[in-house]
Structure formats: C-alpha cells, structure tokens
C-alpha cells in the first residue's frame, strides 16, 4: 500500500489498517535504523503536545531521519489561519504563505490545529485543516485536527490487537468531567475506530454532549460494513454491563456549541461521570481502561482506575510512536 497522505482513518479498509500495524509490529522487532536516511519531517504545533511531537521526533530519529518544529508565535512568526482577514493583529504570517515555504524545506509535513470551538458545522467539516493540507505539495500528516486524530486512532487500534481485544467485543466510549469544554477529535476518531474494527460500540454521554449525527452517521456506516454496531445512551452505568474496553474521554458540549457560560452551566453536576472503581460494576471482570492522555486524575479518571490493572493508557501511549513509524515508513522510505 503507497500513501502519501494520512488524514482520516477512515480513507483506510480494515485490511489496509492491518496493513499498516503489521508494519508497526515489524518495525519493533525489526528496527531499519537507516530507512529514512537523509529525510526531514517539519511539524507545525498550533496547539500544545507532548505526546505527539516527542513521539514524531522519536520516530523520525529512530528509521534515520531528522525533524524540525515549529510552534507559530513562540520563537517563530504567528501564523494567521483565516481567509480574508485584514492581519493587523499579533499574526506576521499567513499560512499561505508559511505552510508551503516550510513544505519546501522538508520531505514531509505534518500540522496539528485544533479547532476553532465556535461554530460546530464548520469544525465538523475541518474546513481549516482541509485548506492548510490543500497547501501542502508534500506528504502530510494530521497531528490533530479539529474533528479526527488519525494517528491516536491507529495506536489505539494496535493496543486493541495488541490486548487480544475481539472484534466483536463490547467497546464503551464515555464522556468524562473537564473543567473546561475540549475538542471532539478524539472522542470522534475513537468512536470510527471501534466502529470499523467491528466493535458493539455504545457512546455513552450526558444530555446536551451528544456527538454531531454527522459523526454517529459516519461511524454507524462503518459499523454496517465491519459487522458491529453504534448505538448512544446517557446512562453510563447501563453502558457498562458487558462492557470489555471503557475508552473514557472529555469533550465540550454540542447543544451550545461555543458558548462557555452555558457548557459550564451544563457540565456543572456531571462529576459523578468521573470514571472510577464503581463504573466497571457489570462490565466484564478484566475489563479495561483506555485514554488517550493527558487525562486530569481524579476530575476526569480516578487514580485508582489509572495506577490499577485496568488502565492501558501508557500502552497507549507509547504505540503512538510505534504506528507513526510506520506511517512515516510508507510516507518515505
Ligand atoms: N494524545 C495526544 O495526542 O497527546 P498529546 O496532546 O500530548 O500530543
């Protein structure tokens, strides 16, 4: 399988997803330290990170190449992302401008940008990431846009295989408390990725968190084709009975989208959505925890649950650099 774009986990097939996990396997047991010999990676941080952007540099490092980061208006010009803006703010540069002149110093690149938060309909189609990409000559990677994260989907589906977790399983993803209202990339990339492994998938969350029907729609079509299933509840003890994986994650409300006041006003009471002990009462007995990190312990995931022989979040984590590696692998070498 050629790529030369990794975008959406949903472009792939099962097959071709396996595809690429099996090269990630390879790689562990068999490094090519020399692969991407004389190959730069530039990664553009428009939002924070500590997972992806070591795990990235890790990766390129490790099959022989080398990268740079740029983290827009920390050392380097802000970056402006909107079109038709008149730039007399705190941005020098427009992305379209910046993006491809950075293009052109390196073999591949990969941009993280997270959304804008204001107007669902436009995040939900990643319209911004969409023309940064369209700007880009080059391989590319999605770091993280504002609705997939390609690249956790893939690690978390490797620590499902990795777990031995059956297709068929009984897969719960969860909302979880946050101080704060948090982008629906992951929660979206994780709710397609057990869809289209084949998972019995219940998203279970609070009146007013429900995901975009785009969302659900795009997810319950992969079902259909993989043999699962996605159904949604706001009762997440309910969801649990059976349950094999509990992915717990935080995002912010959809009834009222971009307005602070009213998601605080909404989530204020929803603690005891905090997933701990008591919330695997029904669910299988070595039923397991996921989180794609960083989680808030004791807001979001009871320190119990984290430090305890459910938790498979560093697991996680660290196939994170494994699978880029082989997404590197194909994009390059
Ligand atoms: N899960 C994840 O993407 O972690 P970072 O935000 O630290 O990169």
Request: aromatic share 6%.
């Amino acid at each position: 399988m050629s790529l030369t774009r990794f975008m959406d986990l949903a472009d792939f097939s099962r097959e071709e997803v396996e595809d690429l996990i099996a090269l990630s396997n390879h790689l562990q047991t068999h490094p090519e330290p020399q692969a991407l010999a004389g190959k730069i990676l530039g990664l553009v941080f428009l939002n924070p990170s500590l997972r992806t952007l070591a795990s990235f540099q890790a990766g390129m490092a490790r099959l022989g190449g080398n990268s740079f980061v740029i983290t827009p208006g920390q050392g380097t010009w802000g970056l402006e992302t909107r079109l038709g803006v008149r730039m007399d703010g705190s941005a020098a540069e427009h992305v379209r401008e910046g993006l491809p002149v950075l293009a052109s110093f390196c073999d591949a690149l990969a941009i993280r940008a997270f959304a804008d938060g204001k107007n669902l309909a436009a995040d939900v189609a990643d319209s911004t990431f969409k023309a940064m990409a369209d700007l880009i000559d080059k391989p590319f990677i999605n770091m993280e846009s504002a609705i997939n994260h390609p690249c956790q989907a893939l690690a978390d589906w490797k620590t499902l295989n990795d777990l031995e977790i059956a297709p068929r399983a009984k897969f719960v993803l969860s909302w979880v408390p946050h101080p704060r209202a948090l982008p629906l990339a992951v929660p979206a990339a994780a709710l397609h990725m057990a869809a289209l492994r084949g998972h019995e998938v219940v998203v279970a969350r609070p009146d007013g968190f429900a995901l975009p029907e785009e969302v659900m729609a795009r997810a319950r079509a992969a079902a259909a084709q993989s043999g699962g299933s996605v159904t949604e509840t706001d009762d997440q003890q309910a969801a649990m009975q059976g349950a094999h994986v509990l992915y717990a994650k935080e995002w912010g409300c959809t009834r009222h989208y971009g307005d602070a006041a009213a998601d605080a006003a909404l989530r204020a009471g929803l603690e005891h959505w905090q997933v701990n002990n008591d919330t695997f009462q029904g669910a299988v007995a070595d039923c397991r925890l996921m989180h794609c990190l960083p989680v808030r312990r004791n807001v979001a995931v009871h320190e119990a649950v984290l430090d305890g022989p459910r938790s498979v979040v560093l697991k996680e984590a660290h196939n994170r650099l494994v699978v880029q590696m082989a997404v590197l692998h194909r994009l390059l070498a």
